[in-house]
């Protein structure tokens, strides 16, 4: 789970070793994705360390597809291969939005002006690209679902911990659990918000292998 929201970063720092580190385990996810996709012709993505998490994990379709990955935002981990895993799952979503959704600038007009239909202009960005997320990840979950799982239930407890969650949040995790058949939350936390994820998910699975819709 990512955005693919744009923002403005500070002028870099220099790295700690532990960042630099992380940075290392970064890349090194990066070169599974690659291999994954065959390859495809992107820039490595930019690592940044943005504490006030005014950055995020972001795909930038108006910057030649440009990769921004805020390490920051990364749960804790102990194993170096969780940091690698985690941030190989990141990196799959992202470079999905490349490949699959919007996949190139054509997509994502026509995309943003059906979303323009129902809402305005402000807001059809985001109604786009958390449809995009839905369909990229379940493809993704269909492919690798211990990976998948695992990251999404590590995102969930790492923002859980950092205090209470809003509401767009609990929506995209309890989409998650209805279109994967899983449990994420341990509790009944999240099904406050069934009455939309119900119209969202059966949006979405209906016409889900449909690649002409």
């Known amino acids: 789970m990512a955005s693919t929201k744009k923002r403005r970063g500070k002028v870099p720092k220099e790295l700690t070793v532990n960042q630099k580190k992380i940075t290392e385990l970064a890349k090194d996810a990066w070169a599974l994705t690659l291999k994954e996709f ?5 820039n490595e993505p930019n690592y940044v360390f943005d504490y006030t998490h005014l950055e995020g994990f972001y795909i930038d379709p108006e910057n030649k597809w440009q990769i921004t990955m ?4 990364t749960p804790l981990f102990k194993e170096d291969q969780e940091y690698i895993d985690y941030f190989h799952s990141i ?3 992202e470079v999905s939005h ?15 002006g059906a979303a323009m239909k129902h809402v305005n202009q402000n807001y059809a960005p985001i109604i786009v690209n958390v449809f995009a997320d839905l369909i990229i990840d379940t493809k993704l979950y269909e ?7 695992w990251e999404v239930k590590s ?22 659990e209805k279109l994967w ?4 939350s341990e509790d009944d936390s999240l099904k406050e918000m069934d009455s939309l994820t119900e119209k969202v998910t059966r ?8 690649e002409s819709t």
């Open 203 to 210: 949006t979405i699975l209906k016409d889900f292998e449909d």
């Open 155 to 176: 995102t969930y407890k790492h923002i859980k911990e950092k205090g209470p969650m809003s509401n767009f949040t609990k929506f995209l995790f309890r989409a998650y």
């Open 181 to 184: 058949g899983i449990d994420i």
């Open 143 to 149: 492919k690798y679902p211990n990976l998948i799982t």
């Open 38 to 42: 065959y390859f495809p012709p992107l």
């Open 70 to 73: 805020n390490l920051a935002n």
């Open 98 to 112: 490349y490949e699959i959704i919007p996949y190139d600038g054509l997509i994502h007009a026509k995309l943003l």
């Open 91 to 93: 990196s799959l979503h």
